[in-house]
Every structure is written in structure tokens, then in C-alpha cells.
């Protein structure tokens, strides 16, 4: 309750924080991607291009060889924890292995400013 009097009395409301958190504004990169013990793993980096402390949502896909979608799975890649700016996060998001696999990919869904407890 003190923290957010304290942040309509700075004139900072959380909708106005929640403003400055866009997903647009990672990038989230691939760097390697491995399959072990029945699940294929995509290792990357989301990194925080925000004026604000936010955590990003990803998707992760895996397609055919002929770039059919087969398989989504969606994650937060610091969980419940904020990016903080400039900063990056390292990430290995897990989907269920499919040998007709053969193409991956990733894309940010939302951005949300974690509120610290």
C-alpha cells in the first residue's frame, strides 16, 4: 500500500509505468537450439530496449519442412522478474520433441512491469 501512495504522490501512476513496457521494444534473439531427453530446448536472450524495469512474454514455435506451425509454447523468460533497461536475460524455453521438426521460431507476445513485493 506505501509503495503505490508513493507513486501517485510522485506523479507516477502504474498505468503511466505499464505505458512505457512494450513487448516491441525486445529483442529477442535465438543463439542455439538442442534436443535432449525427448524435448527440443531454444537457448537465447531477450534483451530490454524499455525506459523502464519490465519483463517480456515469448512464443516459441517449432514447423515442418514445409512451414506448417506444429507445436507453440509460451513462457516469460525471467519468470515474475523485471528486465532491468539495457539489460538482457538468458533463456532456455522446453517444447515437446517432434522428430518432423525442422524449422524454429520466436516472437514477443506482451511486456508487463512486475510490481516488487
Known amino acids: 500500500m506505501l509503495k ?5 504522490a510522485a506523479g507516477l501512476s502504474c498505468s503511466a509505468w505499464a505505458d ?8 529477442v534473439k535465438i543463439t542455439r537450439t538442442y534436443t535432449e531427453y525427448g524435448y527440443s530446448h531454444l537457448i537465447g536472450t531477450a534483451k530490454n530496449n524499455n525506459p523502464i524495469p519490465c519483463g ?3 512464443r ?11 507445436r507453440t509454447k509460451e513462457g516469460w523468460p525471467a519468470s515474475v522478474r523485471n528486465i532491468p533497461p539495457g539489460q538482457s536475460e ?3 524455453l522446453m517444447i515437446e520433441y517432434d522428430r518432423t521438426s525442422k524449422n ?5 507476445l506482451s511486456a508487463k512491469h512486475w510490481i516488487p513485493r
Open 4 to 8: 503505490a501512495v508513493l507513486l501517485v
Open 60 to 70: 516459441y514455435s517449432t514447423y515442418d519442412k514445409a512451414g506448417e506451425l506444429m
Open 90 to 92: 538468458k533463456f532456455d
Open 104 to 108: 524454429v521460431g520466436i516472437e514477443t
Open 20 to 27: 512505457d513496457c512494450d513487448h516491441a521494444r525486445f529483442d
Open 56 to 58: 517480456v512474454e515469448v
